[in-house]
């Protein structure tokens, strides 16, 4: 995705205001759609900053996604990987990992293949 193309079909503020402390909502619809999807796709890199990307469902989806947060944490606290997507909670059993981890001891230090220690001589 090239940053510098994403075109903005139209861009608003909502509501009246949450007090001075809170500025208002931006809602944004992208002339792309994959340009949604990717910036959406990197929203973790947001973490920590006061930007925060959100879907724009309807009344009706959001009120059942708020109704589903304490099952999905429930789902996790159980150790379970879940997620809510629309307004469907998605749960997995948490996955294993297919190779047994090597203990520190055992593992090998990585060199660089290309700067190998090994020579090969040169024949005539």
Do not use: W
């Amino acid at each position: 995705m090239d940053e510098e193309r994403i075109e903005v079909e139209r861009a608003h503020r909502m509501g009246n205001g949450r007090g001075a402390d809170k500025p208002r909502q931006i809602v944004v619809k992208f002339l792309r759609f994959k340009d949604k999807t990717a910036l959406m796709g990197r929203r973790n890199r947001l973490k920590g900053t006061n930007i925060f990307l959100n879907e724009d469902y309807p009344e009706a989806v959001r009120q059942k996604r708020k109704e589903l947060v304490p099952a999905m944490k429930a789902e996790r606290s159980k150790g379970n990987i879940a997620y809510i997507r629309y307004d469907r909670l998605i749960v997995h059993p948490p996955q294993t990992p297919t190779h047994p981890p090597i203990p520190p001891s055992q593992r090998a230090e990585r060199t660089d293949s290309r700067h190998s220690s090994q020579r090969t001589e040169k024949r005539d």
